[in-house]
């Protein structure tokens, strides 16, 4: 079945420690994005990309990186210049190139600083 | 400044009634809109859409309804049920592709 897939679901990571969230999708989708949801907040842009090699700071990038080098993945880092990771992270998809489409969402990664 | 703005944070509606989501933005360049449906712990799931050429469009019990002079959309459920008690966001396409959101709003549907 066709669809975004982020791992793990639940993240412990200590304070001044880097961790990596996987998002890959194999719906042949060119852009992909990371959001982030704070409690009674909604999503904000992390960081988006429209096409491999190729990305774009989000509203709130500060903190965080990512990397493009394959079509089905999209990699995001929270580094520990990040000053309140903790949160839900949700990537996404869609086929980009300016269609009128919706973007597809993972079911989510909650990390928590310990 | 946001640019996209859901000033209900929750609504709540008896089942079978309407409910009536709204969404109000600032950028009369934006041409996509959307509506996603998000439960706790999930990733949202997308409901419905409309593109600026038009100022409806409907799917099943879901209706969208866009007024470009306002600058305003919003989601019409109806009949509502227990099972769309959800926060629903409506996003809209910036320039780049980018997906900008709401703040959301908690719907609670009562039987």
């Known amino acids: 079945d066709g669809g975004i897939t982020q791992s793990p679901k639940y993240l412990f990571r200590k304070e001044g420690q880097n961790v990596t969230l996987s998002c890959e999708q194999n719906?042949?989708?060119?852009?992909m994005y990371w959001y982030r949801q704070d409690p009674g907040q909604g999503l904000r842009l992390i960081y988006y990309?429209?096409?491999?090699?190729?990305?774009q700071k989000g509203d709130i990038a500060e903190g965080y990186s990512v990397s493009r080098e394959k079509k089905e993945s999209f990699p995001l880092t929270v580094t520990s210049a990040q000053k309140n990771p903790t949160a839900f992270y949700l990537c996404?998809?869609?086929?980009?190139?300016?269609?009128?489409?919706?973007?597809?969402f993972g079911q989510g990664t909650r990390l928590t600083v310990v | 400044d946001q640019q996209v703005k859901q000033n209900s944070p929750s609504l709540s509606v008896q089942e079978g009634r309407i409910s009536i989501l709204n969404c109000d933005y600032t950028?009369?360049?934006?041409?996509?809109f959307l509506w996603y449906k998000k439960y706790p712990a999930e990733g949202p799931t997308f409901l419905i859409s409309i593109s600026s050429i038009k100022d409806k469009n409907e799917d099943g019990r879901f209706t969208v309804f866009l007024n470009k002079s306002a600058k305003h959309l919003s989601l019409h459920i109806v009949p509502s049920q227990p099972g769309d008690s959800a926060v629903y966001f409506c996003a809209v396409r910036e320039y780049g592709n980018k997906l900008v959101f709401g703040a959301g709003t908690i719907l609670r549907v009562k039987s």
């Open positions: 719906l042949n989708h060119d852009a």
């Open positions: 950028n009369s360049m934006f041409d996509y």
């Open positions: 990309s429209q096409i491999v090699n190729d990305f």
């Open positions: 996404a998809s869609s086929i980009g190139n300016g269609l009128n489409t919706e973007a597809f």
